[in-house]
């Protein structure tokens, strides 16, 4: 079980909101922007998320982690719970055939691809990781891919929600962890 101090904050929520970089007006103006590239990037920070977000796994066969980020998260849980993990791709950046799913951003649309070749996903429980949870479109679509190529998907594990965005609503009955949950 993760670390959890006198005050009832986790080892890991603190790594998180000591390290993260706010930026304003990024990528637009009036955007308060949560980038998480300093906790990756801090041994300490890194090993205390990745020792929180593996104990969420739920006896997972896999682990999914979302361009591109959840990569580098999806990995280092994998690594640590003896599993394999799965590079959900941005489209066009896998070679055919591929399983791909289209889905709607608050700015227009994009595609997620995984490959239909070469990895069984047929009865394989999978934890789907990415670093944000936003506005739900991403996890939701990642799990509409895995599951259409034969996935059990046993929940998602973010380390920022971003609660004001409603992206738990999206995402309906999957169970999703998240490390830090933010305005």
Do not use: N
């Not at 929520?13 to 637009?28: G, K, N």
């Not at 949870?133 to 259409?148: D, I, Q, Y």
């Amino acid at each position: 079980m993760s670390e959890t101090d006198a005050d009832g904050t986790s080892a890991a929520s603190q790594a998180i909101a000591s390290l993260t970089r706010e930026v304003a007006d990024f990528p637009e103006p009036g955007i308060q922007f949560k980038d998480l590239t300093p906790v990756l990037a801090d041994p300490a920070g890194l090993a205390t998320i990745t020792e929180a977000l593996a104990e969420v796994a739920d006896g997972c066969d896999m682990v999914a982690g979302i361009d591109a980020r959840g990569f580098l998260l999806g990995a280092a849980v994998a690594i640590r719970l003896g599993t394999g993990v799965l590079a959900v791709r941005k489209g066009g950046k896998l070679p055919p055939p591929v399983f791909s799913e289209t889905y709607t951003l608050e700015y227009g649309t994009a595609t997620l691809e995984i490959p239909a070749d070469g990895i069984d996903l047929t009865g394989k429980r999978v934890l789907v990781i990415d670093d944000v949870l936003a506005t739900g479109g991403t996890v939701a679509a990642t799990v509409k891919l895995l599951e259409r190529a034969g996935a059990i998907v046993v929940g998602a594990a973010v380390l920022l929600e971003l609660e004001a965005l409603g992206g738990r609503a999206v995402v309906g009955e999957l169970k999703v962890t998240s490390l830090t949950v933010v305005q």
